[in-house]
């Protein structure tokens, strides 16, 4: 399973690497000052999905297209709804608050992001059967856990510098934080907007 897990782990670390809902969010959390909490409720979410298809609801839900449907909906709202209130209220560095209200915030808002993001939903259902085999010791749960818990790892190292390289990068740019803070809302809506589009499609 050695070769397995590293090609799995190649493909994850490309994944995570490659731009998307996640940057958008930790991007607009490093503008605060809010990587931690965000990073943590992201990474929550992963689990959450990881561990409610390791226990076999994912293939039930993908067994049930209006289901698949509805949660697609339910995701893409909530990620139209983050995005305007980022386009809204843009945040830069100087206007952070660090009370612990808004840490929370940030988390509950992370594991949202990830856990109702079909697209996360899709990967475990589409990607992570290819590298199960029943050949192994472990069962199809187990490897589905342990393969999640390679992404995750993945996400944890790479998205701790996408935030806080973003917070850094335009601590001295009120403006410019301004306007890439309005993008990563903007982000957020084409994504949402393109999985509705793509799931009319289909």
């Given amino acids: 399973m050695d070769s397995t897990l590293f090609g799995f782990w190649t493909l994850s670390l490309s994944l995570t690497c490659v731009p998307g809902l996640d940057w958008a969010y930790l991007i607009s959390a490093g503008l605060q000052k809010r990587v931690l909490p965000a990073l943590c409720g992201m990474l929550l979410g992963y689990l959450l ?12 839900i993908a067994s049930y297209p209006p289901l698949l449907h509805l949660l697609n909906w339910i995701g893409a709202a909530y990620l139209i709804w983050i995005g ?3 386009i ?8 952070t608050d ?19 993001n079909p697209k996360v939903l899709l990967m475990f259902l589409a990607i992570v059967p290819q590298f199960l085999t029943l050949q192994s010791d472990w069962s199809m749960a187990s490897q589905t856990v342990l393969l999640g818990a390679l992404h995750i790892l993945n996400c ?6 996408v935030g806080i390289g973003a917070g850094i990068a335009l601590r001295h740019h009120p403006t410019l934080a301004k306007g890439i803070s309005r993008l990563s809302g903007i982000l957020m809506i084409v994504i949402a907007v393109r999985m509705l589009v793509e799931q009319g499609i289909n």
Avoid at 49 to 60: D, E, K, Q
């Fill in 98 to 116: 660090l009370s612990q209200d808004l840490g929370r915030k940030w988390l509950f808002k992370g594991i949202a992001v990830s856990g109702l």
């Fill in 88 to 95: 809204r209220t843009p945040a830069t560095v100087a206007e």
């Fill in 49 to 60: 999905v990881i561990l409610l298809v390791a226990a076999g609801l994912g293939v039930v």
């Fill in 84 to 86: 305007i209130q980022i």
């Fill in 156 to 161: 944890s190292l790479i998205y701790p510098f």
